[in-house]
């Protein structure tokens, strides 16, 4: 999926879109997406201005993003909902993540049941794992 499929998909925009490409879809499985981190993220100049670090939650968000889009893909999905992210649990952070990074971002569906997904998340850059972690989301009517 490239950008103009994404924004189909979620309705982020920036400086909240996090997630720039898909590049693997498996359906109802799994999702490998891309994001890359320059120095102009509006969140560097507030977050270690002097050592720019990636906040671990954007991170988080990022994967939530990536999860979102799976779950948007799937054959189960109601076309007029949004996904709300109701937990985040066990999530790790391995290493700091600095402007000029590629985070890869791969989700895979845990279970599904009526309106709540569950997730397991994993970011890397350059193979390396920096943050893991499980979410559900609760799916949710648009004009609710």
Same mark, same amino acid.
């Given at each position: 999926m490239n950008i103009q499929q994404i924004l189909e998909r979620l309705p982020h925009r920036f400086p909240f879109l996090l997630v720039d490409r898909v590049v693997e879809f498996e359906r109802d499985k799994s999702l490998l997406a891309? $994001?890359? *981190?320059?120095?102009?993220?509006?969140?560097?100049?507030?977050?270690?201005?002097? $050592?720019? *670090?990636?906040?671990g939650v954007l991170i988080v968000e990022a994967l939530a993003q990536a999860?979102?889009?799976l779950a948007s893909c799937s054959e189960w999905?109601?076309?007029?909902?949004?996904f709300y992210l109701a937990s985040i649990e066990n999530a790790r952070f391995k290493k700091v993540v600095i402007p000029g990074d590629q985070l890869k971002l791969k989700v895979e569906l845990q279970r599904h049941r009526a309106t709540v997904w569950k997730f397991k998340g994993t970011a890397m850059v350059e193979g390396e794992i920096?943050?893991?972690?499980?979410?559900?989301?609760?799916?949710?009517?648009?004009?609710?």
């Open positions: 891309i $994001k890359n *981190v320059t120095i102009n993220e509006p969140f560097f100049a507030g977050h270690f201005p002097v $050592k720019a *670090v990636m906040p999860a979102a889009i999905y109601a076309k007029d909902s949004l920096v943050c893991t972690a499980e979410m559900t989301s609760a799916e949710g009517k648009v004009n609710q």
